[in-house]
């Protein structure tokens, strides 16, 4: 027998045929005890490719513009993916801002990992010293948060180094910039079913590196002009970027974040955004303004996820977007399992 499809490196099979040999009428029933094996591709992370073993489901939170949202929705993410559907998660903050590492250990915590090199920053500081390359195993902050009631949340550190090593990237030498973060990672993913980059709000070589280990992205954004502007040429990098690599990059959808139904420009954007089929899906969910979410960033145990997000409706909300985030996962990112 003979498996024939058409693979989209920005994309999964889009088609597939069976065919049986030229001297053999294909009969299913009768030959049932046969198997069909579909050979998934090599992720850039992966020392060799193992027959059976499970893979995470790899995906960056980006968008050109900050201040969207991003940070709080790869946290609610991360939490609600824990507590509600009980996920392991490992979150990758490259986002020198390091709000997302504040969010998750406290400030106090944050700086103290900054002081001692156990951020991402040293994996990079390794590189361009041309020292081996150190496994991120021994960076990892195990069951993160302050909530008590998260218990499978793992965290890889951002350091404000990061802002100048975007740039000392670039004049990496005798090595592709683009794979550092995921030679460290190589042998770590695997012990985890979800893994959320947080990207800094640029294209620079530190957000690469994470592009490069990741099976798709999502884009929050607020529904107004100056935060969706930049979505089409961040589609078009980014297909760039999976064509230059040869791997694909799928595009999971935009997150609206911050959304005031009353707003008559978050409507325009909205009926603007949906009707633009060159953009990507649209979540369903709209994820509120609202002061409980903002808050929400304060390094406390607000006892229960209701309670930290918003009882008014705000949990729900961030809830039934990480439900159709699971659903949209395991069906687009299928050609990775």
């Not at 620079?204 to 935060?227: C, E, K, V």
Request: hydrophobic share 40%; aromatic share 6%; charged share 20%.
């Amino acid at each position: 027998m003979e498996l024939r499809g058409d693979v989209a490196a920005s994309d999964f099979v889009s088609s597939v045929e069976v065919v049986a040999p030229r001297d053999e009428v294909w009969d299913w029933p009768a030959k049932s005890s046969r198997t069909l094996q579909f050979d998934r591709p090599q992720r850039v992370w992966e020392p060799k490719p193992t027959p059976g073993q499970s893979r995470p489901y790899v995906v960056a939170t980006f968008n050109l513009k900050g201040g969207v949202g991003k940070t709080t929705t790869t946290a609610a993410l991360a939490e609600i993916l824990s507590v509600e559907f009980g996920k392991r998660v490992l979150l990758i903050d490259l986002d020198p801002q390091r709000n997302l590492t504040t969010m998750m250990v406290g400030e106090k915590r944050a700086a103290e990992l900054d002081s001692s090199d156990h951020t991402l920053a040293s994996i990079f500081i390794d590189a361009l010293m041309r020292q081996p390359p150190r496994s991120a195993a021994g960076l990892v902050q195990h069951h993160v948060s302050p909530m008590n009631v998260v218990t499978s949340v793992d965290l890889l550190a951002a350091s404000p180094k990061l802002i100048a090593l975007q740039d000392d990237m670039t004049r990496l030498t005798g090595a592709d910039p683009t794979t550092v973060l995921a030679k460290a990672v190589s042998g770590l993913l695997t012990d985890y079913e979800f893994v959320l980059i947080d990207c800094p709000p640029n294209l620079g070589m530190i957000t690469q590196n994470g592009l490069r280990i990741a099976d798709g992205y999502l884009i929050p954004t607020i529904p107004d002009f100056m935060s969706t502007y930049g979505i089409p040429p961040v589609q078009s990098h980014v297909r760039h970027l999976a064509s230059q690599w040869s791997t694909p990059i799928t595009e999971l959808g935009v997150v609206i974040t911050k959304y005031r139904r009353s707003s008559a420009v978050h409507q325009r954007i909205l009926d603007e955004l949906r009707e633009n089929r060159s953009l990507p899906r649209l979540f369903p969910t709209r994820i509120p303004e609202s002061n409980q979410i903002a808050a929400a960033a304060e390094f406390t145990d607000f006892g229960s996820l209701r309670q930290k997000y918003g009882p008014g409706g705000q949990f729900l909300a961030l809830r039934e977007l990480t439900s159709d985030f699971l659903a949209t996962t395991r069906i687009k990112l299928a050609w990775g399992r």
